[in-house]
Structure formats: structure tokens, C-alpha cells
């Protein structure tokens, strides 16, 4: 899955600067900049009486109490027919029929099939058949197990080991808008509202659409059927034979959660490439217009990039991609038929900016790497979830980097994940990358693991791995383990032994195996601050706490010590890669370690290294080392005034990557000091700095013929800003023109770009009412709930509101939005990202107890997380304050 919905960066910060209206410049000239960078009816349906329901009674051994199938059956084939209504019946409810036969293998004889079947009516006494010599038990009874979601057939006699037998299944389900499962998307095209059926089964919904194995090791072939209005396309994985009845061609061998099945009256654009077609499919207002062109320009240069890196050709004849308007997460790499929020794949080339197009291209290249990586060769459970994911956010660079080569792409890695990691892994309730298989077992536990962790920390760990066995020994590796286990499945440590094979074939000389030392960073959380004394040659590492007065929730079996692959600099030399192997080595002439921040850790210096590097920072490295002083001030190894005068060197800087880590960082000074004495200071002193890049600008650019206000000129890149500060500027006239505006726009990175700015209202009672907005999916879809409510919680005024609305709705919040993985652990860290006072801890906590009867899903640990960093930035206000006003009216 593509990481959840994206808060714009421009947008929280800008909320927090607005006050001084010259400093929203600085925003908007780093995106100028970034931009300059870039050039270079049988309808009714009646219940069976034949299936009943389980009594809720206490968990037992029973194999249906078990949240793992039992390993006694194996399916082999799917026919699947099912007929979605797009009009609702007479009383209201949007369904879809279906009717589903599987075969599958007994592999250990049993009297019971246990299939995953979650909110589906069965209408039709379901049958057995024996397809062997053997007849088939009788069917005693059929008990629906609601909490494991299992439809449980109990048969008088038992299943022969070795014989196939198929099971047909009739049954009825609500095509509801929820967003999981076999789904309804809805829009509005020119007056006419329209409805779309589309599917989101992963991680645990292909059981909502048809009762199935759903288990991602259980693969099998799927024939798909779907009945449709003749003015409607059908889409699913494969190719289709036309008409009303689309079937579908078989699916090759395949887990059940990358299933996808559409139908819609969506238009589409085309492009063969040696013979593999390649559409995009969207609204047909959207494609009409051109937005899906960007998209097809880039798809064709990365799937052949991919071909080649993972040297395995793309293994379907065709790759279907396509935009929905109601979708929860970013993007789901369904396999060939991608599909993804508006945001991620549309581009308008007048209006969205290029920060929408970096995301597009990242995002489609994340879900193209998973067409091989996850699909193709696919993890044997979801605790391994991280391989997958951090994988596909690593290779997602590169592949976006071949489409786009004069961007930089590489580079944003450091920023956009191996930055933001290290903030959550950085703290003691952080975890490890690899859970246990039996840890991971309900839906909602499932569901956690779509994290950060996994996400970037798997990215940032996988790009160290690739980096210091160097690119053609990892390909290698890779290589023959997607040719060995193509159309089955893997643990992770099956990738580690094929990289080893490549270590050895190469003679390369690693001084531990890939297993021992990828071990340290998968097994236990966290990462080290390594510290380098040049003064005496000596090297040593401890693991980095944001709070150091913490302790790790869990013991690590390793003792928290980590085989460390330095690259360092001599005088501007590159110098080969050091092992740091024990807590403490030695190593002469330090002075720049880990270039281009390829390590998953943090450097410290003794201080005259630290005056020198301030004094000449090497471009490359100008980004990192702004980022660890702040961190390393924050956990308190160094002086918080040494971070600061890493900004100083900002008024000469015009790079964006510097920029950007040090706005990251002052951002966090803006948080904890906007209602504070500081914040004053801080606005000269940034202002100041500012100044030359803004004359560099200036001269660079005509960003300041932008007009002032709304009008229909306002650059692609200045509107985030410009929106914001019109709306924070004016009052509720301003709010419902952009509220309508928002209403009638078309183009979704609009539509986002103004649902952003709203947020930035400076009236109390706007943004209450906007707030009320969010429970309503027909102002706000459901999709964007949570977001919403995050981008009014980085503003300042904002803040408290959006706190106290997600007290008050929260079981409402939770029951509606509760299965969206990224959203829960965002929406948390987004409304308590602020605090710093004993007052707000105490708050975070009764809340914390108030709800516990409800729960937080998804969002268990980010709780646990919030009140820990609440707990750090109150002791870092308590020792900081006065040191960082008195530096601000006094910098140097
Ligand atoms: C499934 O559908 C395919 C194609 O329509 C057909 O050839 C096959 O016999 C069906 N298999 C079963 C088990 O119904
Ligand atoms: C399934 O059955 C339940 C209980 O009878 C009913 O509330 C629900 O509406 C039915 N769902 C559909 C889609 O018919
Ligand atoms: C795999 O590599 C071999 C040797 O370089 C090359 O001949 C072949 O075309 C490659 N296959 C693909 C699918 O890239
Ligand atoms: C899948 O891999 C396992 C080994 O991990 C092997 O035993 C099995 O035969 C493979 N299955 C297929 C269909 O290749
Ligand atoms: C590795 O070493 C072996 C034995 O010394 C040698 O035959 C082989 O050519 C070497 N392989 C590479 C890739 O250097
Ligand atoms: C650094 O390298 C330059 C050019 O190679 C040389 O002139 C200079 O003396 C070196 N400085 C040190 C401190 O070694
Ligand atoms: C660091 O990155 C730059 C630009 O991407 C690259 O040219 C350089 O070779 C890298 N240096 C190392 C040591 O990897
Ligand atoms: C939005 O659309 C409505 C109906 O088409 C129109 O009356 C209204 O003027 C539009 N508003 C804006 C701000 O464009
Ligand atoms: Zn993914």
C-alpha cells in the first residue's frame, strides 16, 4: 500500500509562521526553489436459513477462535461472480450479489472447512463437491463466527488428505461507502451524481467481497465475473472478453488481498510498450482534461527501469491505473490494476505544483516496485509487512529518479523518510522493524504494522544494506531471489540468504554475514548516535534516546549495540568504509562521517570538530548536520545554542535540502515557543537569515508578480501559501468563497490545496464549524476526515480546538475511520504534536484512560509515543527556554 494521505509540509509550517507575513516567503521560495531545481433485478435477495450465527461465548481452543487458518486445506481455484448495484434498493442499501466457487486441496484430513467470510449473507444453503472418485461429506451444519470472521461448514464425515473438492458459495453484502473491502465510491459530474464499485482488500478485506483463504501465503488463480450496466467498464487484475458480463481471463497464481475489481463509466488513456498496454483511468471530466497525461508519460520509463533492475520481465500483459475519488490510503499496488487517491496520479499542468508531481511520480514507482517485490514473490504473513513496504519506499527513488533525472529524487530519502524516522525511533516505546508471526494476528494488529517503521525505517535500513554491499552485489542478490521464489512465498530472511549467495560469488569482503549484521537493525529497535573524538582517534556508540532519562520498553538481545557501516571524509576525500563492530573503535583524522547520510544513525563530534565543520560544511552534508545538532540537542549530548549556530551559516545557503531540515528542525522551536516570549526573537532572527535567499530569488525569479488575494492567476506553487494567508487574513466571507471553491473544483490537488488553507483561519468559531465539517462525508469525505483535522491542529489557534473535537467525537471518529491504517497513528501525533505542558500530559492521559474501553487501533502505540514526547518536551522547555531566548536576541 502507498503510505497514507500527505500532509503538505508547506502547509503546517505555514500556519505556524503566518504571523510574520514576510516569513511565509521563505515557504513559498523553497518550493519556487524546488521548482528551479527541477528543471534541471431479481433484486430481491432473501437470507438462508440454513447458516446461523455463533453465540458469543468465550474464546476456546476451537480452530474458528484462532485467528490463523489452520493449515489443513489449500485453495487452487476461484470462479468468482459478483453484481454490484450502483442504485440503491428500495429501502436505501447499496449491495452487490455474488456467487463463488472455490477448489481447494486437502492436505491433512479434517471434518471442517474454516473460510474467511466477513458481512456477507449467505442466500443459498451452500454445497460441497468432490471432484476425486470419493463423494463428498454431508454438510452438518454452517456457523458464521462474527469477531474471527469465519464462516465455519462442519461435515458429518472427514475430508480425504490429497483429494480436491470445491465449495459453492451464493451471498449478498452491502456495497457501503466504507472505504474496505468491495466498496462504493462516490461523484458528482456535471450535476449527475455517480457511483463507482471498487475494491480495497488488503490487508484483511477480500473476506467482505467473497468468502476466501485470505491469507496472503494461501495464493491461487481467480476467474472473475462481474455483471455490469453496458454503459459501464468493468476492470479486474487480468484482461477482459466485453459486454454487460465481463469475465475475465484466469489471474496467474496470486494472493488474495492484491484482488481488485472496479466498475465504473470512467474514461482512459493508452500507450503500448512492446506490446504491454498501459492505461490510465480516472473521471471522465478528469481525463478529458488532460490530467492523467503525466501519468502515462512516467509509467512506461519505470516499469522498464524495473524490468531491468530486478531483471524479471513485468509479468502481466497489462497495467491498469486508476484514480478514485474515495480511497484511504495513497495508492494500493493491486496486481495490474493499481489504484490510488486523485491526489496520487492526477497532475493538472496549470494548476496542481510540483510538489504534487514529485508525489505522483514517487507513488506510482512505489506501486509499480511492488508489481515484483509483493506480488510476484510475496511475504508468508503481515509481520514481515516491513520487507514489502520498506522495499518498495526504497526502490521508489530510484525509480522515480530514472523518470525524472534532473531532480535530485535520491536525495530526498534523507528528508522524506530516514529524517522523519528517526524522530519515532528515537523514542523508548519505539519498536523493531521484525515482529513475531504470533504477535501479529487480529485485523487491527495487522493493520498496525502499516507504520513509519515499516515504511521508512525499512527504506532507510534496506538503502544502508544496498549501499555498503554496493548496488550490483544487492541486484544481484535480489535477482535471484525474485527468479526463485517468483509466484510463491518468503520469509525475510529467504532475501538475506540470496544476498549472501551474491557477497560470496563476489568476494566480497564483509567482515559479518548480511544475516548478522542486518540482525542489530532488524531485531531490535532504535539506532545509534556514534560518536566521534578526533582529538583522541577514538569512536564509540550508544543508543540514541530522545529523552535520555528513558529506558527501552523491550530488552534487546543484542544489547542495543549495532555493527555500524561508516563512510567518512578526509579533507574532501572519500575514504573506504569503516565496521564499527563494538561499542568502541579507533580511527585516526576523523572529520565527516556518514556521507550522504546512507547509515541509519547519528554522528557527534568533540566540539573543535564541530567549530571546524561550522566553519567549511561540505554541501552534501550541509542537510544532515543540521539535523543531528538539533536531535543531538534535543537528547541533550550537546548544547541546544551549537544547534542554533548551525542556522547561521543559512543567510548564504540556496540549496533546498538544508533549508528544508532546518525549517523541520525551527518548526520544532515554533511548536514549543509560539506562545512564549520567544517566538518574538525568532521571527527577527529567522527573518534576517532569510533575507539573501529572498534577493537570490528575487533575482532568479518573477514569483513577485504573483497578485495578491484569490483570482485564477496565482502560480501552481504559490497557492498553498497564498490560499493560506488569504484565508488567515480575512474573515467568513473569505472562508465560504473558498469553501465554494472548494465545493466546485474539479481537480483534486486543488480540492486539497484549498481544504488545506481553510485550516488557516484565525477565527475561533470557523474553525469549529469546519471542525463539524469533517463528521459529515458530505462535506468532507471520509477519506479526508482525518487530515482535515490535522491540518487545523497545526494551527496555532487551531490546536486546542481540534484537541478538544477529537476528546469529544472520539468513538464516533474511531468506529467511522477505524480501519485506516496511517490515519489513526497521524491523527494522534497530529493533535498532540504541541504539547509541552504537565497540564496537557495530565490531559493526554485521562484520555488515554477515558477511551480505553473504545480503543485506538491503529493508533495504540502513537498514544504511548505522544505521551512520551510530551514528557521530553517538557523537560527540554525546563532546561532550554531561557538559553534559546537569550540566543535569539543574540545570535552567534
Ligand atoms: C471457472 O470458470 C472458468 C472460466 O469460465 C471455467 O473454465 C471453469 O470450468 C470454472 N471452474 C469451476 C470450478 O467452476
Ligand atoms: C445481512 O443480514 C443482516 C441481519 O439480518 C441485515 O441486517 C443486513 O442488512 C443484511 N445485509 C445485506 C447486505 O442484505
Ligand atoms: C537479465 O539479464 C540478462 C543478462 O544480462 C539479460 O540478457 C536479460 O535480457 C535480462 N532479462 C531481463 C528481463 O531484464
Ligand atoms: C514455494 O517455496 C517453498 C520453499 O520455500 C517450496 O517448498 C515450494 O515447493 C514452493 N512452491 C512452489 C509452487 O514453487
Ligand atoms: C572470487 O574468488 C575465486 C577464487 O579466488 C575466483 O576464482 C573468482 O574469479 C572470484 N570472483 C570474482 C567475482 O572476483
Ligand atoms: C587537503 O587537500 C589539499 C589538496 O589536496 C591540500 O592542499 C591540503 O594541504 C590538504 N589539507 C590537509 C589539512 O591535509
Ligand atoms: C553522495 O551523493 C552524491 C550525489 O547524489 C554522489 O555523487 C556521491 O557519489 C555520493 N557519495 C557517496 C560517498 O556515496
Ligand atoms: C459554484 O458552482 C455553482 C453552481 O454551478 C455556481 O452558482 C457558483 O457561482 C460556483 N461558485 C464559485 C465560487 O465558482
Ligand atoms: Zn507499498
Redesign the pocket.
Known sequence: MGKGFYISKTVGVVGIVLGAGALVTIIALSVVYSQEKSKNNENEVKPTDAVTSAPTTAPSNEPWDQWRLPQTLSPQTYNVTLWPRLEPDPTGLYIFTGMSSVVFRCVEKTNLILIHSNKLNMTKQPTLMALGSKPAPIIESIVMHTKTQYMAIHLKDELTAGESYELYTEFVGELADDLGGFYRSEYNENGVKKVVATTQMQATDARKAFPCFDEPAMKAVFHITLYHDPATVALSNVDSTLVTRTTFAATEVMSTYLLAFIVSDFGFIEQNIDKLQIRIFARQEAINAGQGEYALIVTGPILKFFERYYNVSYPLPKSDQIALPDFNAGAMENWGLITYRETALLYDKEISSNGNKERIVTVIAHELAHQWFGNLVTLRWWNDLWLNEGFASYVEYLGAAEAEPDWNVKDLIVLNDVHRVFAIDALASSHPLSSKEEEIQKPEQISEVFDTISYSKGASVLRMLSDFLTEAVFTQGLQTYLNY?E????VYT?LWHHLQLAVDRNNNSLPKTVQEIMDRWVLQMGFPVVTIDTTTGQITQEHFLLDPETKPDRPSEFNYEWFVPISWTKNETTQPLYWLLNKNGDADEWVLANINVTGYYRVNYDNDNWQRLLNSIPVINRAQLIDDAFNLAKAGIIETTLALRTTLFLNSETEYMPWEAALDNLDYFYLMFDRTEVYGHMQKYVGRQVKDLFDYFTRLTNWQDVPQGHTDHIKANLRSTVYCSAIAAGGEEEWNFAWEQFQNATIASEKDKLRAAMACATEPWLLNRYLKYTLDPEKIRKQDATSTIINIASNVVGQPLAWDFVRANWEYIFKQYGGGSFSFSNLINGVTKRFSTQFELQQLIQFKDDNAHIGFGSGSLAIQQSIERTNANIKWIEKNQKAVLDWFKNPS
Request: charged share 15%.
Open positions: 521464489f509466484f510463491n512465498n518468503t529467504d
